[in-house]
């Protein structure tokens, strides 16, 4: 299991999860709240979802299990360094 990334300590969580890839802006109010929820759910079937990473003190990245599974299948691959 992946330890470090460049130099960033790594650590898994299962509270990150992924995100929409694209949403309204809540505080969007050129329409209804009904017509926005339709529109984000449009987005989420159309464009899915995207994985978020976030850095602890500058030196230790949170990630899923799921990326952090990925990350290190990319590694036995050798596609990163």
Do not use: H
């Amino acid at each position: 299991m992946l330890s470090t990334l460049f130099g960033l300590g790594v650590m898994r969580s299962n509270i990150v999860q992924p995100v929409p890839a694209l949403q309204l802006d809540p505080s969007f109010s050129a329409c209804t709240d009904s017509f926005k929820a339709e529109m984000n759910q449009w987005l989420l079937e159309t464009f899915g979802t995207k994985e978020v990473m976030y850095v602890l003190n500058g030196n230790t990245v949170v990630m899923s299990p799921g990326i952090l599974a990925e990350i290190d299948r990319t590694l036995v691959k050798g596609l990163l360094p």
